[in-house]
Each structure stands twice: as C-alpha cells, then as structure tokens.
C-alpha cells in the first residue's frame, strides 16, 4: 500500500481547542476527531423545538482578538450580550450571587455565624495564618468556618463527591468571588453586592445553541484547503518513535511533525505504546470527575428569571440548575422553556419526582405536570480532580511529551480548569509551539 503524504500539523480532537489551533495554523494540518461533528462539549441537542447544550456554556470573553475572532463568526445581530442572573437557593431562600456577600435573608443565626467565621478568619490571616493546602481549608481561611459550612462545603461536595475531601485549593484564585471586608457586611444587612465574579455578563447565539460556535469555525476551516478534518475517526495509536498516528477508520499510518493533541491526557498516554511505566503510572493517577444531568423540556415559560441557580442544600437531589431559555429564548418554542439539572448522584436511578419537586421550589418549574419530556446525559469528563497527586503527575507526563515533540492542552489536553475563551486561546498557543517546532526552532 501506498502511504498517505506526511502532514506537518497533526491536531487530535476537534473541540473549541482544537478548533483554535487548526484555525490558527500557518500550513496544512490535519484535524482529526473520533465523533461525527465537531465541538467537544461546547455542543448542542436539539428535539421537538428545543435546544439544550451540555449545561450550561455561556461565552465570557475578556481577550480582545479572541472576542474578535468569535464575533467575526457571526452576522450583526446574531450574538447577545446577556448581563448575568444567577442565585444560590439555600435554607429555604433565594439568594443573589455570590452567597459570601449576600448573606441578607437567610436566618439570623445563620448570618451570625457567618459574619463571626468570617471576622475571625480575617484576624487570624492577620496574624499570618499559614497558606491552606485543601479547598476546605481555603474556604474556613479565607470566607470564615459559618460560609465555609453553609455554602462551599456541602456545595462542592455535591459537585465533586467523594473527592471534595481530596481538594486542593489550586483551581479557584480565578473561579470564586473574593468580596471585600465592605461588601461581605454590606451583603450581610441587605445591601445587595451583584457584578462579582470573572462572569458578570456573557454572549450567547441568538439562534441557541452554543454549537453555533465550533460549528462556524468548521465551516471556515472548510474553506481552507490546507485543512483536512476528519470526523468520525478515532485514534488508535500514536508511535512516539516514527512520528506517526493510525486512525481507526484508515489502513495506513499519518505520519506527521508536530502532533497537537486536545484529547483527554489519560486517554492519550494510553494510545502510546512506547510511554513508560512511570509515565503511564502518573497518567493513572490523574483523576476527574463524571457527571449526570438531565434536559427538560417544560411547555410553560419558567417562573423564575436566572439563568442558573447554585443549590448547596444536601436534600435536594442537584446542585446547580439552568434555565437556558432564559438566557437565549429561541432555545425553547414560544410559551416553552428549557432547563438542565446537574445532580447529585452519578448513578443509580433517578428519583424524578423528587426532582421535579426540588425544581418547584427553587422556582425553576411551576408543576410537575408541565414537563414534556426528559433527557439522561452524561459527561465522562467533567472536571479534573485538583488533589495532591494532581501536580505531580500532570507536569511528569506533560514533560514527557513534549521531549516527544507532542503538545498536549486545552481543558482535557492540558487535564485543567478552564473556560471556552481559555481553550481559545490554547489553541492558539498551539499553533504557534507547532510553527516554531516546523521552523526548527524551540518552542516558546
């Protein structure tokens, strides 16, 4: 058999990272991608009128060229910019975002001991506590041990089960809200502190449908001859040694020189035959987290205005509920709305009832008997797991392959906490490690 002609960029996983560095590449790439479209998670279902993407993916875009380069995506008119609404439910009451500094409603008592956990955290830090090394221990440190319980750790535990108490605290410098001394009291009497937050406002495709993203980016990367994408193509095995890769759906080898990969890590040290033990040691030591959510199809506008909800409360059977019709109303037919539920368990069987109950309280739902129909989803990958073996073993097997001329990143690709403008931006990163690469240059 004749062999295919080398490709110089070979990207694996044609999600928004992906995406990104094949968009960016300055020669011929191949895009390679195991499912039938592209997208990774930033992708959507549709059924009966209704839009539903994997939870909640909403566009918060700080970087300027990025912005650019997703606006250019799309006609005048054809993105939102939506100013966010979003609460947490807890002890019976709605509260703004974020609970640490908008303690005002919940009992008395409650914000009593929030308010002492909080001024006593704040005078031991004074005293020059030492840096905590666990999430729990950064929530106590820095929000006081009344926030800590009420909010962040049955909260977290419902979002990340059994390994909340293996959390380390290296993940949220930019995810959570830090208020100051000002705002937690002023949220505390009722003043109320909204706008905090890395996610104030985002941008939404006015059609629904966070697809509509990845999905102009095919179709410009279509228009690009140097681009192949393959879809639908897994990757069987990578040879480290020959620069090569066998995709399932070919006989023959792709041989390339620089490989990108966006794959989740895990799943890439697996497809090297010639990784050594130590490197597939640190590979098994990296862990995420699964989640199950479900779609709902509600033939009644929801009675709630948020776009999502924070649910720290153990009895009910979910911890974050979205209202995605709020934030992009054609993602549900006229009178219609559509919800996503993350919850709790992540097997077993699912108590709908009981669901539909706690959605009829935190006032995504009016009645039960409005549901139309409902959708089990999964998402294998959630979130990476930040615990003490975490560092360790993504620099050992990030390190390894690059010394293999492999650059591996992107949320799963890099085995890290991200949003979709960082995956963005990764991808751009990449294409420029694989232009200094091909130029026979270090790359920066």
Not at 292 to 306: H, N, S
Not at 362 to 368: F, I, Q
Not at 387 to 414: F, K
Not at 427 to 444: I, K, N, T, V, Y
């Amino acid at each position: 058999m004749s062999s295919p002609p080398r490709t110089p960029l070979v990207v694996l996983g044609a999600g928004l990272t992906g995406l990104s560095a094949a968009w960016h590449a300055r020669g011929p790439v191949l895009l390679v991608e195991r499912e039938a479209r592209v997208g990774g998670h930033a992708r959507s279902h549709r059924r009966d009128g209704f839009t539903f993407d994997v939870t909640g993916h909403w566009l918060h875009l700080r970087d300027p060229s990025i912005k650019a380069l997703v606006e250019g995506l799309f006609q005048p008119g054809e993105l939102a910019t939506v100013a966010r609404r979003t609460c947490i439910h807890s002890h019976g009451v709605q509260l703004p975002y974020p609970f640490q500094a908008n303690l005002h409603g919940l009992p008395l008592e409650v914000v009593q001991e929030c308010l002492v956990g909080y001024v006593a955290a704040r005078e031991q830090a004074a005293r020059g506590a030492p840096e905590p090394q666990t999430f729990v221990g950064f929530a106590e440190a820095r929000f006081g041990a009344g926030i800590a319980k009420h909010f962040f750790v049955p909260y977290n535990r419902k979002l990340w089960g059994e390994h909340l108490e293996r959390l380390t605290a290296d993940w949220v410098s930019r995810y959570i809200p830090i208020p100051d001394t000002a705002q937690v009291i002023g949220g505390a009497i009722g003043l109320s502190q909204e706008g905090l937050g890395y996610n104030a406002s985002f941008l939404v495709p006015t059609a629904g449908g966070i697809d509509a993203v990845p999905e102009r980016m095919r179709a410009g990367l279509a228009r690009r001859p140097e681009v192949e994408l393959r879809l639908g193509s897994d990757i069987d095995e990578v040879d480290v040694v020959g620069r090569r890769i066998k995709l399932g759906a070919e006989a023959d080898w792709r041989s390339y020189d620089a490989l990108v990969s966006t794959i989740p890590l895990p799943e890439l040290v697996r497809r090297i035959a010639a990784a050594p033990a130590e490197i597939r040691d640190a590979a098994g030591a990296l862990r995420h987290v699964r989640w199950r959510y479900l779609d709902i199809a509600v033939g009644a506008p929801a009675p709630c205005d948020y776009h999502w909800v924070y649910v720290p409360e153990p009895r009910l059977p979910f911890f974050r509920v979205g209202v995605y019709s709020n934030a992009a109303p054609r993602m549900a037919p006229a009178g219609c709305s559509g919800l996503y539920v993350e919850l709790n368990e992540r097997t077993g069987p699912i108590d709908l009832a009981g669901v539909y109950a706690g959605l009829v309280e935190v006032g995504a739902l009016r009645a039960a008997e409005d549901v139309r129909f409902v959708e089990v989803r999964v998402v294998e990958h959630a979130y990476v797991v930040f615990d003490a073996a975490y560092a360790a073993a993504r620099a050992a097997v990030l390190g390894w392959l690059e010394g293999q001329g492999i650059h591996s990143c992107g949320r799963y690709g890099g085995w890290i906490y991200n949003s979709m403008e960082d995956c963005l931006l990764a991808g751009r990163a990449a294409s420029e490690w694989a232009a200094a690469r091909l130029a026979g240059q270090e790359p920066r």
